[in-house]
């Protein structure tokens, strides 16, 4: 057995553990105030809020996150300030002390307006998407007028913890922007209150986070339609049109129908599949707290599916759509293209046709000019032959020698021709061994 110092970690061993304890539950005492706020950054703004949260901690003789660190904790006098680093988003979180409720007193106040200068002390990194302001009070029986508080038409209410707490918001911002959460403690420990707040918080940041899909979807949904309507009237064309140069132009059509969907559906790649997972970890959270109805009011879960659920329907309908028109798109393109190589193919067959007719028509006049070459050149040959003979005939007389150059040069006639034709004949067969 190796021992211990023999071992050796993988490189990702570290962040890998770390991963379950970045975002640990903290108690949280009752009463308690806490206002949270979420904003989206891209890098740039995350790395420059990151070093304006260091700095503000350094300044209040606090030590800053560290390097990697994806959520850091610090007490600024009797307030306790949670920064957290997300994929798109940063929120700061800060909890205040607030005195217990007396009789006749009501939640939220002062308003969350009046303490938003409490949050002004970091520089906001980027566009404000969540605000939320929660109270923790003890629970003063069922005095609190809730239709005070709340908007009663959207009002979600409901027992969590095992009856052990209350809570209930209407989801709508407030004069200061803030939606309201009311949170009742009925016996709560400080770590389930605080286990509690943060999948409350986590809930509405992520529901408003997965909203965003929604502005998303209505702004695709007109092209969608357009694109459905030009691949329809394409294809009717399609049945109707004949030639290659009407077959490229619908070709043209539907590729650049193609390249439009696909940069459409290529910008809202992120954004949908964000859209599915935010309203997953809703789902996962509020099956966590655990909610039993209140009578006469929906619970959390129960408002949420009716009003959160028909825009996540609505993402999805318009991604499944983008995806089916990319299949017909390609489709309709791959039998275009089918098309359009077929009549190619045709013209080019047609094209052989014709260079095999010249062809052989060159062949033809090669053949007849080898003819008349074979002639011309058994003439010339005859021709030298009987000068040769011509000349030599004084010579053949002087050695008794008669010779008749006419018959000579009518008997070498064919000798002649049938060599020359030979010698062509040959030379030809050379050239196509060689092709």
């Known amino acids: ?31 308690a105030r806490i206002l949270h706020v979420a904003f989206l950054v891209d890098r740039v703004q995350a790395k420059a809020d990151r070093a304006a949260f260091a700095a503000l901690c350094v300044a209040r003789g606090q030590s800053g996150p560290h390097r990697d660190a994806k959520q850091h904790r610090v007490a600024f006098g009797g307030a306790v300030l949670r920064w957290e680093r997300h994929a798109e988003f940063t929120t700061y979180t800060w909890e205040l002390p607030a005195e217990d409720l007396t009789e006749g007193g009501l939640p939220f106040h002062p308003s969350s307006g009046s303490l938003a200068r409490t949050l002004l ?30 908007d009663r038409s959207s009002l979600a209410r409901s027992d969590v913890e095992d009856g052990l707490a209350e809570v209930a918001t209407d989801f709508q911002p407030d004069a200061s922007g803030f939606v309201r959460i009311l949170v009742r403690d009925r016996g709560m420990t400080d770590d389930a209150a605080g286990a509690l707040i943060q999948r409350l918080l986590e809930v509405e940041t992520y529901r408003t986070l997965a909203l965003l899909g929604l502005p998303e979807a209505q ?78 009011y929906p619970t959390w879960q129960q408002f949420l599916s009716r009003r ?73 040959v005859i021709s030298l032959l009987h000068y040769a003979l011509e000349g030599l005939h004084a010579r053949f007389e002087a050695w008794g020698l008669h010779v008749d150059i006419g018959l000579v040069t009518a008997v070498a006639v064919p000798l002649v021709a049938l060599t020359i034709w030979s010698v062509v004949r040959r030379i030809r067969k050379g050239h196509f061994d060689e092709e």
């Open 1 to 31: 057995m190796p021992s211990a110092g023999a071992f050796y970690d993988h490189p990702l061993r570290a962040p890998v553990l770390a991963e379950l304890h970045a975002r640990p539950f903290m108690p949280v005492g009752t009463p």
């Open 121 to 150: 002390q970091v520089p906001q990194p980027g566009p404000l998407l969540v605000a939320v302001d929660l109270q923790l009070v003890t629970d003063t029986a069922d005095a609190l007028p809730l239709d005070r508080l709340f």
């Open 219 to 296: 702004r695709l949904a007109p092209t969608a339609a357009r694109i459905e309507n030009e691949l329809s009237t394409l294809t009717r064309e399609m049945r109707e049109t004949e030639g290659l140069a009407a077959n490229n132009k619908l070709l043209d059509a539907l590729t650049s129908l193609a390249a439009e969907l696909e940069a459409d559906a290529a910008a809202s790649l992120f954004r949908f599949g964000a859209t599915r997972a935010y309203e997953e970890i809703v789902r996962s959270r509020l099956n966590a707290i655990g909610e039993r109805a209140v009578s006469g």
């Open 308 to 380: 959160l659920q028909p825009a996540m329907r609505t993402c999805q309908a318009i991604e499944q759509r983008q995806a089916n028109l990319s299949v017909k798109l390609s489709s309709a393109a791959n039998l275009l293209r089918t098309r359009v190589d077929v009549e190619l193919e045709q013209q080019n067959r047609d094209l052989l046709r014709s260079m095999n007719r010249r062809a052989r028509m060159q062949l033809r006049l090669q053949q007849t000019v080898e003819g008349l070459s074979v002639a011309a050149i058994s003439y010339y």
